[in-house]
């Protein structure tokens, strides 16, 4: 449902936060739709040649997009260009609450549609804990042998659990 959020300075109390649904009628803001509309709001900003080469940005982006309200693992990726300037960001699988199946094939498919230099991977743990599992070393092994073959770089992968992120390049344990 689309809403559109507005400062209510006639009716109601100074600065408290209003929505009108489809239907028009209007109504305090619940905190879930306020930060709905602050997420979409942050991203907005990070957009199509933003530059990516900061590890805060890409953590923020993420974290905004794999939140914690996600109650299935989501498997995402940044493409990037050899400047680091994102292409698209897309969300190519979802799963169940604890895995994730991850196709190398329609990876490296969507890498040469976006004529990507680098990747950089991602995916949520709904359950809160962010170390990467076995089963996420050998995905990413995959992933990386995959898209090395048609030249795309894959530079991280990152765990998304709540307000924790786990990078497999700063942790050393980047296949």
Known sequence: MQYS???NTIDH???ALF???????VRPAAPKE???VAREVVLQEI???QLMDSPKLVREFLQLRLNPSLEHEVFGILYLNPRAELIAYEEPFRGTLSTTPVYPREL?????????AS??????HPSGYAEPSAADISMTRQIKDALALVGTTVLDHLVVAGSRIVSFAEKGIMP
């Open 34 to 36: 306020i930060l709905a």
């Open 13 to 15: 109390a100074a600065g």
């Open 108 to 116: 490296v498919k969507s890498a040469l549609a976006h004529n990507a």
């Open 5 to 7: 959020i507005a400062f």
């Open 19 to 25: 929505v009108q649904d489809s239907a028009g009628e």
């Open 119 to 124: 990747v950089i991977l991602a995916h949520n």
């Open 47 to 49: 957009q199509r040649g």
